[in-house]
């Protein structure tokens, strides 16, 4: 017994797991016949555009050959004005030719010169019209005017409406595609045709249970269904057109039947008209709904017939018409209700048979996560590029006020150098003696040296070779003997020892930097040998051509050292400046290229 039962067991399930395999089958048929409806759908669609667009490349080819023609026919006219234009040319040439060729007027033959004149004007006959033509002839053309405008609008209108009613075809053919196919899923079942022609009951009792589908269709099959399913709905239209035509005969009939004037007239505002529920699985969009005129309920939920409520304005005959037609009516309102309980209770096995899949949250999670990393990443590296901008700026406010510094020195520098300018005078010679024999010796040329007579301004650096010329005292003994016997072309401080510069020049004693000592050694080198160094400071002054006039002092040998060690400063500076610039630089590549990465994963 046991084996039994868990064979019975078994047995059910194996039958329940087919039963479950046929409902997915037949599932998947309806799903094929909606696509296969809204394939020829887009097909209708797409055969509609095809054809717009063979139109309009029609319209564009036929432009173009007008406008072709046109073209070859003003080509046609220049070349001819071409011609004409050369043609004149010539004779104009020749004309004048000829008058240079004769230029002599009293050459001319005056005796046959003849004085040409105008033609006779062409006399044109006297139009015989009245004015009542001329009248006409402007009537006419007003007219004629505003029948072109006429014209012009109806074919506009005509084209707009042309499109329109292309739109609603179009339109109509989706809906009745949709429609079959929704027909075609109510009547996939074999025991369609009795469910048809059971009443409402047995509709009611239906929608507790499930339909089982024991049969399985192929391609063919389900096209047939298909055609089978657009006859059943002609013949369904043409049914409801033939009742509703009755219907409008038997209420013009009452209506022109004589009554009582006791009773009033039927009227239609009386007889209430209901919408069938017919295009509930129609498209939504539309605002066109298919309403049929049946006197079974009123707008308040009453189910009595008219003929209860006038009754008195009906004959027999009528009576049982409209009888008739309640029947007919009531009928196919009972089928259209089991279609759309039928479809319902199919759309509630498909959406049973295939449960909707959660969607895939951890990789949107993942996502989302590496978005907001890259977030803080940018908002890191605008952090840091505002960070290396203040600094940047900070830098160049610095350089900036040290450069103002440093020209305020040099300009009271000068002005030093301008109160006490500096006198040079060479070494005694022989020949520059204030005795009077030395200007009457005649082995002498008679002329005096001017040197002594003309203080220059020094422009460029002079420094001795011995390094007393840096210490003052030695620089105060040698001013003191100027007789003493020194190297030929060497020249002596002969002004006393200027004054300090004024307090506002920042004198510091800092460590001579290497580049002083370079300078130093070239002066050196030059005047060792003899060499011009003048055209080497006939440029612009630097700072180097500024204090040299002060180099006998202590006070200048500190502020040249100091201005050095500046200069040595701001070059760092700069050099500061230029790397913070290239590291901005490529702060700004990455910050491009992250922005490019983020609007990759954003895309617009």
């Keep these: 017994m046991g084996q039994k039962r868990a064979f019975d067991e078994l047995l059910a399930e194996k039958d329940d797991k087919i039963a479950a395999l046929e409902n997915r089958i037949l599932g998947y048929v309806g799903r094929l016949s909606v696509f296969q ?12 555009i095809q054809n717009n667009q063979a139109q309009e490349r029609a319209d564009a080819v036929r432009n173009q050959a007008s406008m072709q023609a046109r073209l070859d026919e003003y080509i046609k006219v220049v070349r001819e004005a071409e011609l004409e234009r050369d043609d004149m040319r010539d004779a104009v040439l020749k004309l004048v030719e000829k008058v240079e060729a004769s230029n002599d007027y009293s050459s001319w033959p005056h005796s046959g010169i003849q004085l040409s004149s105008l033609a006779d004007p062409i006399a044109h006959p006297q139009s015989a019209r009245t004015p009542d033509d001329k009248e006409l002839l402007t009537h006419t053309s007003v007219l004629i005017e505003a029948l072109r405008r006429e014209r012009d609008n109806e074919r506009k209108a005509h084209a707009q409406t042309r499109e329109t009613a292309e739109v609603r075809i179009l339109a109509l053919e989706a809906k009745i595609a949709r429609r079959e196919t929704e027909l075609e899923m109510c009547i996939a079942n074999a025991e369609h045709g009795e469910a048809v022609k059971e009443t409402k009951a047995i509709t009611q009792r239906a929608k507790t249970k499930l339909v089982d589908f024991e049969t399985s269709y192929e391609d063919d099959e389900i096209i047939s269904v298909l055609d089978h399913s657009v006859a059943r709905n002609k013949v369904l239209e043409g049914e409801i057109s033939t009742l509703y035509r009755r219907l409008e005969n038997a209420r013009a009939v009452a209506s022109e039947s004589p009554s009582d004037n006791r009773t009033p007239r039927p009227n239609s505002k009386n007889i209430p008209e209901p919408k069938l529920k ?4 129609l498209d939504r969009s539309t605002s066109s709904t ?12 009453d189910q009595r017939p008219v003929n209860a409520i006038h009754e008195r304005s009906f004959t027999d005959s009528d009576r049982d018409v409209l009888k008739d037609l309640e029947r007919q009516i009531k009928l196919l309102s009972d089928k259209i209700d089991s279609f759309a309980d039928e479809r319902n209770i199919i759309l509630q096995t498909i959406a049973l048979n295939h449960p ?25 590296l605008k952090a840091s590029e505002n960070a290396l901008r203040d600094e940047l700026e900070e830098t160049r406010e610095q350089a900036n006020a040290r450069e103002d510094e440093l020209l305020d020195a040099i300009k009271d520098l000068r002005l030093a150098l301008a109160a006490n300018p500096l006198t040079l005078r060479p070494e005694s010679s022989p020949h520059q003696t204030a005795s009077p024999r030395d200007l009457l010796d005649p082995m002498s040329d008679g ?5 002594l007579a003309t203080p220059l301004l ?3 650096s002079i420094r001795s070779a011995s390094p007393a010329g840096l210490d003052p005292s030695a620089a105060a003994s040698s001013s003191s003997n100027p007789a003493e016997p020194s190297h030929e072309g060497d020249y002596q401080f002969s002004s006393p020892r200027p004054p300090s510069p004024p307090p506002s020049v920042p004198f510091v004693a800092f460590p001579a930097s290497h580049e002083d000592v370079v300078d130093d050694e070239r002066v050196d080198a030059a005047n060792d040998d003899g060499g011009d160094t003048e055209s080497d400071h006939d440029s612009e002054p630097t700072i180097s051509h500024i204090v040299i006039p002060m180099v006998g002092t202590e006070g200048s040998m500190h502020f040249y050292r100091a201005t050095s060690s500046f200069v040595a400063e701001l070059r760092q500076v700069e050099s500061g400046i230029a790397g913070a610039q290239v590291q901005l630089d490529a702060g700004e590549t990455a910050l491009d290229r992250i922005e490019d990465l983020v609007h990759d ?4």
């Design 447 to 451: 002329e005096m040296s001017m040197e």
């Design 290 to 301: 298919l309403d049929i005129v049946s006197p079974l309920e009123s707008d308040h939920g």
């Design 601 to 604: 994963l954003h895309p617009p």
């Design 356 to 380: 909707v899949e959660p969607p895939d949250w951890q990789s949107n999670e993942q996502l989302e996560t590496r978005l907001r990393i890259l977030e803080k990443e940018c908002l890191g």
């Design 458 to 460: 020094p422009s460029r």
């Design 37 to 48: 409806s809204r394939l020829l759908a887009t097909l209708d669609t797409l055969d509609v």
């Design 278 to 281: 017919i295009a509930s699985h």
